[in-house]
């Protein structure tokens, strides 16, 4: 019996060592999960919302500050673990859950570290729509806006003899100089004639 109770001690040994191991591990990763379960979910909606941001072609300062904010808190965290880590048995360092745990931060940085990116690029992209924009604007305030350009007025008409452009069938303005200058007499003048095309009619002499 007492042979037999020899042969266990070793295995009752790993067993104690492998479940002080899990308690310590459990402990030292309790208080940090859940601050990662908040740092994941907010991850989560940054880099949605940059995203979003650059698939429209906008860029949002508060929105990489707080990227930015984030980050730091998450890095700060995993270089506090890493440092703990250091003190403590190789048995706790190895458990699952430490490593679970050392996973959950670099896939928050990561996810955090694309948000970046992808802000960099929704701003890259609108001072590239800016830069067009201005660049039009530029072109327009030098050649002018050709649909709102005045037409070209000749003498006596508008510039190929149209009008708010409906085209004059006499190639000028009506009134203009491609119509008949004598159709256009004033009315004053000839009824002052006489009327236009009748000759001149003399009063009757005055009898004393």
């Known amino acids: 019996m007492d042979n037999g109770n020899d042969r266990d001690e070793p295995r009752r040994r790993t067993l104690s060592e492998a479940t002080t191991a899990a308690r310590e591990a459990g402990r030292l990763v309790r208080d940090i999960n859940d601050r990662i379960g908040r740092w994941q979910a907010e991850s989560v909606r940054l880099a949605t919302t940059a ?3 650059r698939r429209s072609g906008r860029s ?5 500050e707080a990227i930015d904010v984030l980050a730091a808190l998450v890095e700060g965290q995993r270089r506090n673990f890493a440092a703990t880590l250091q003190t403590l048995p190789g048995s706790v360092v190895q458990h699952s859950r430490v490593r679970d745990t050392e996973r959950a ?3 928050v940085l990561e996810r955090l570290q694309a948000a970046r ?3 960099g690029t929704a701003a890259t992209a609108l001072r590239a729509q800016q830069g067009a924009a201005d660049g039009w604007h ?11 350009r005045p037409p070209i007025v000749g003498a006596g008409g508008s510039a190929g003899g149209t009008r708010h452009g409906v085209l004059d069938a006499g190639g000028g303005e009506p009134g203009g100089a491609g119509a008949d200058a004598g159709s256009q007499r004033p009315a004053a ?4 004639d006489g009327g236009a095309g009748e000759e001149a009619i003399e009063p009757p002499p005055r009898l004393c």
């Open 51 to 53: 995203e979003r941001l």
């Open 60 to 64: 949002d300062p508060g929105l990489v």
């Open 105 to 107: 931060l670099r896939m």
């Open 117 to 119: 990116g992808e802000t």
């Open 138 to 148: 530029t072109t327009q305030g030098r050649n002018g806006d050709p649909a709102a």
């Open 189 to 192: 003048e000839a009824r002052r």
